[in-house]
């Protein structure tokens, strides 16, 4: 049922429940607002988006108060702009001055409201205890002295996320953003995902910095310094420097790597490639155990492994599942392997000296180099790890005019890639590079450019499910003939926990299963530029197949660079010396491990 009211004398119909702020928006008077966030419920707590109703006896929040038919409502009046500016007054009067030095300056929504809203003077001084600021993870850094308590990160760890490491402590002027008890983070049940960071309008959440030490090496002569940088980077990037999102910068990201002085600029793509033919063929193996051997150990269906948040997530919420996980590293902790190992052996420089860089969308990126268990090469596989938002920083303090840049290419042999590598950043790429690769294996057949999108896997669904009949199997994989294989992808952990339940539950029959940790996929990352809503994540995922499309080569098996690695150093998939570099195991994770 639709209501009819008009808002500024401009008439407007929306279904029943429309909030005032999206009914505005549909006749394109914006409201400023601050605790409002895309996908998740909206608390109504930052009181910036009062608006006067004809007939109530107080100012409204048209975050949350729902269009009534023949309501008549006023979003300029003098008392509703003197509301919210009063609102904005009384949030910069109890937040940390510091904007010039703030990693938000220039981004910041509270700072963008001040401006909006005319506010020119804070008449009212803040009398607040300043708390310590909590470092304790790798990933993410949270001042609480800059916490507007718009509860955004909350509404998003809660309910896309379904972690609920955040949640408001104490009452009145003494609340807090926190971790329970007061606790600090690393105490906390908080997979690292960066989701809190990305939604946190002003400074209070972000990333921890890696910028300083990697200028560190990249001034040190004594270091060959390599750099990766991971699928979904080249379709954000851009939006560092103005570029509408979605705009494919694969080139000029070479170009800026290679100016700022990285020895040689690879491509995290690479790997991903390495990836689909070890966990394809894992995939292959535990099927072959399951209906050859009839095995009861076998654990399906396999969940794939790539993403490091979904990977803490499993350790704490469904040890029971872990099993089910591929053992294959990340393409990032593959890559660190190889580099120490393979092509420090092939470019003659000693490992010691070897320094990886990765460039991701990710802020548990930056806590998976630091596991323990990534150090297969003899050294830290990985040493640092920047974001989307981080590289563009450097590219700024390089001085470097990135909108002027040629394209560039990456070096080889490790930064030859295809497009189902491409296709990783997406939620569902991963399964539709590691269905190209295993049908055309199992089969011998080519399968058609036209059949490459697995079109049910593909899109913002929050879980996908796809179904293939093999047919026509080569004798080594005759056991398969007939077989329909069941696959399912989620994205965002609310997703993956309900995928998880079905399965722990025994009411999934599924074989292969596709979790990404973030909402879109990698494109969603918590390190990508702000603010990632849907219309974002759908340009940027447009993007990324498009360079799909655009590739000659499109499938991983086919990857030469990759068939050279196997010949010269790995062997074979599942090798000993694969397993030895491209495979680690995960354990239970009590909460004090953190």
């Given amino acids: 049922m639709a209501v009819s009211l008009t808002i500024d004398a401009q008439p407007v119909s929306v279904p029943e429940g429309t909030t005032l702020l999206a009914a505005a928006a549909r006749v394109n008077i914006r409201i400023p607002t601050l605790c409002t966030c895309e996908g998740v419920s909206s608390p109504g707590s930052c009181r910036v988006c009062l608006v006067e109703v004809q007939g109530s006896r107080t100012l409204q929040p048209a975050c949350v ?42 981004t910041c929504e509270l700072q963008s409201l001040a401006q909006q809203t005319g506010l020119t003077d804070v008449r009212f001084s803040m009398d607040r205890e300043v708390l310590p600021v909590d470092e ?24 896309i996320q379904g972690v609920s490491a955040l949640s408001p402590r104490a009452r009145g002027f003494e609340t807090v953003i926190g971790a329970g008890a007061g606790a600090a983070l690393s105490e906390a049940v908080c997979v690292q995902c ?9 400074g209070a959440l972000y990333e921890r910095d890696g910028t300083e030490a990697v200028w560190e090496v990249l001034d040190d002569s004594s270091k060959h310094v390599v750099v990766q940088t991971a699928p979904a980077i080249r379709a954000a990037l851009g939006e560092c420097f103005d570029f509408p999102p979605g705009t494919l910068v694969t080139g000029k990201m ?61 350790e704490y919420f469904y ?22 190992t393979y092509y420090a052996r092939k470019a003659g420089v000693d490992p010691r000296d070897v320094v990886v860089v990765s460039v991701m969308p990710c802020t548990a990126k930056k806590y998976e180099c630091d596991r323990p268990e990534m150090t297969s090469s003899g050294f830290k596989d990985v040493d640092h790890v920047l974001t989307t938002r981080e590289l563009g920083q450097m590219i700024v303090e390089a001085g470097i005019d990135f909108a002027a840049l040629p394209d560039g290419e990456p070096d080889a042999p490790m930064g030859m890639s295809t497009g189902a590598a491409d296709i ?13 690769t295993v049908y055309e294996v199992v089969t011998g057949r080519e399968l058609p450019m036209e059949q490459l999108h697995v079109q049910p896997v593909m899109g913002l669904q929050g879980l996908k499910e796809a179904a293939l009949t093999l ?47 973030c909402p879109g996929g990698c494109i969603g990352g918590g390190g990508q530029p ?45 090798g000993v010396v694969s397993h030895e570099l491209l495979h680690t195991r995960y354990a239970p994770r009590a909460v004090t491990a953190r």
């Fill in 65 to 106: 108060t729902p269009a009534a038919e023949g309501m008549v409502v006023r979003t300029r009046s003098r008392l509703a702009r003197e509301a919210r500016r009063l609102s904005v007054e009384l949030m910069l009067a109890n937040h940390a001055w510091d904007c010039t030095l703030c990693v938000r300056n220039g």
């Fill in 136 to 159: 304790s993870t790798t990933g993410i850094v949270r001042d609480m002295n800059k916490c507007v308590l718009c509860r955004r990160c909350v509404a998003v760890c809660q309910e």
């Fill in 194 to 202: 960066g989701q809190c960071a990305a939604a946190c309008p002003v």
């Fill in 254 to 314: 070479v170009t800026a790597l290679r100016r700022m002085g990285f020895a040689r600029v690879f491509d995290t793509n690479f790997t991903a490639d390495l990836t689909i033919m070890e966990e394809g063929h894992e995939l292959l193996e535990r099927l072959r155990q399951a209906l050859v051997e009839k095995d009861p150990s076998v654990r399906l269906p396999l969940f794939t492994s790539c993403s490091p948040g979904w990977i803490n997530f499993m």
């Fill in 319 to 340: 040890p029971g599942l872990l099993p089910n996980l591929s053992s294959c590293k990340s393409p990032q902790q593959m890559f660190g392997a190889l580099a120490k």
């Fill in 424 to 436: 990783f950043a997406n939620t569902g790429g991963v399964m539709e590079a590691a269905l190209r």
């Fill in 471 to 517: 047919e026509g199997c080569l004798p080594r994989w005759g056991f398969l003939e007939g077989v329909t294989a069941r696959v399912a992808v989620a994205h965002g952990l609310s997703n993956a926990r309900a995928v998880c339940d079905l399965v722990a539950q025994g009411k999934a029959d599924y074989h292969f299963v596709e979790i990404m940790c």
């Fill in 530 to 574: 702000r603010h990632t809503t849907a219309e974002v994540r759908a340009a940027r995922i447009k993007a990324i197949y498009a360079e799909d499309e655009r590739r000659p080569i499109r499938k991983s098996h086919l990857n030469p660079a990759v068939a050279q690695i196997y010949r010269e150093f790995l062997g074979e998939p599942l």
